[in-house]
Structure formats: structure tokens, C-alpha cells
């Protein structure tokens, strides 16, 4: 049973729906037996860093969550799910994320030569290089397009963590693949028959 993690924000039905496309159970839940019993864990996330953090607070997902990953099972972080990964964000003010992964969360510049003319927020069908092999991006050709909206993007202190970059001006971290923590910038969910790949790649990781 795979748990997708509902803290109210973020597209969980349209994940949820994608698993069960390749045959792979998934139940979205805020019950934290639940989660301690699933096999694989899913933190989707769209909106504010801030406010993700708020939800997660409250209805007390922290606590599960930091206890499904440091128990090894697989944990696929999706957008602010991968963002929220880490130390701290400069969206809207400082705030602090988990610091699972040490790193911070910056805006795309506006006024920097390297994003000259690019709209911000990134939007739409952009292509993935890939710095290293991971289970999740099994049968998933080089530099495949996959859907992104985001204004935001990840550094992580550690950039053995990479597992692919994307350009926009510049090349930023599109995922990252830690032991059992796979999180991706892009949204699986809506990148057609490659991102339903990634999904059937983790209900079969182990």
C-alpha cells in the first residue's frame, strides 16, 4: 500500500489516480498508522513553502513523515514534496522545512542575464539530464520531457544528492536520490507515459 500524504495542499487525487493506472494501490491519508503501515510513502505538495510547513505542523505529519523515511521504506517527494526536503526556503520570508536534506530553496532570479526573458513562474514541458542512475528512472530515456510549474528551485548543500538537472537559464536540481528518497521538481502526475513510468517504477522499488 502505497500512502499519499493529504496536509491539504496538492494535487492528491490526480497522484493517487496515476498509481492506480499501473496497478499499484495508493490511499490518500492523514492517519498516522496508516502511514506507519504503508510500504512506500508520497508527499505531493503545490502552493506556499510557508504554508505547507503550517499544514504539516498541524495536523502533526511531521512526525510520521521524518519516522516513514528514517525507517528506509521508499519516499517519493513531488514538487513542494521535494522542496520541503530541505533546510529552509526564501519564499515570501525565511522558512524553515524539515532539513532532512541540508540545502536551501531559491527563486529563479528575475534580473539576472542567465533568466533574461524567461517567464517566471517555469511552466510547462521541459527535458531531464541524467547524472545518475536511480531505480526510479529505470526504462526512462535520456533527456525526457516531463510538466513543471514552479518558481522556485532546490540547492542542495550535498550535489551528490542530483540526480537530474533541467535547463532554464541556467541548470538547476529537477531531482534528487538519497538512499530511499527520491523527490522530484517536475510532476510525475502530469507528464503522460513518462511520469506514469516513474510511478510504476516506484510502486515496484524496494
Keep these: 500500500m502505497i500512502a499519499i500524504i493529504d496536509y491539504g495542499m496538492g494535487n492528491l487525487r490526480s497522484v493517487q489516480k496515476a498509481f492506480e493506472a ?7 491519508t ?32 511531521d ?19 521535494l522542496q520541503l526536503l530541505f533546510t529552509k526556503s526564501e519564499e515570501f520570508g525565511q522558512h524553515q522545512g524539515l532539513g532532512i536534506l541540508p540545502g536551501v530553496v531559491k527563486r529563479f532570479p528575475a534580473d539576472s542575464s542567465s533568466t533574461a526573458g524567461l517567464k517566471i513562474p517555469h511552466m510547462g514541458w521541459n527535458t531531464i539530464t541524467i547524472q545518475q542512475s536511480s531505480p526510479l528512472l ?8 516531463l510538466y513543471f510549474v514552479h518558481s522556485y528551485y532546490v540547492e542542495p548543500e550535498d550535489q551528490q544528492v542530483t540526480c537530474t538537472t533541467t535547463e ?39
Design 168 to 206: 532554464y537559464g541556467f541548470p538547476f536540481v529537477s531531482s534528487v536520490w538519497k538512499d530511499n528518497i527520491f523527490a522530484a521538481q517536475f510532476h510525475p502526475e502530469k507528464s503522460q507515459t513518462i511520469g506514469l513510468q516513474l510511478f510504476r517504477n516506484f510502486g515496484n522499488w524496494q
Design 138 to 145: 529505470e526504462q526512462i530515456p535520456a533527456e525526457s520531457h
Design 22 to 28: 499501473v496497478g499499484h494501490q495508493a490511499v490518500v
Design 63 to 81: 512526525v510520521p513523515l521524518r519516522q516513514a523515511i528514517s525507517s528506509g521504506k521508499p519516499f517519493l517527494g513531488i514538487c513542494l514534496g
Design 30 to 61: 492523514r492517519d498516522s498508522s496508516k502511514i506507519a503501515d504503508a510500504s512506500h510513502v508520497v508527499l505531493p505538495g503545490v502552493g506556499a513553502f510557508g504554508d505547507c510547513m503550517d499544514n504539516l505542523m498541524r495536523y502533526e505529519l
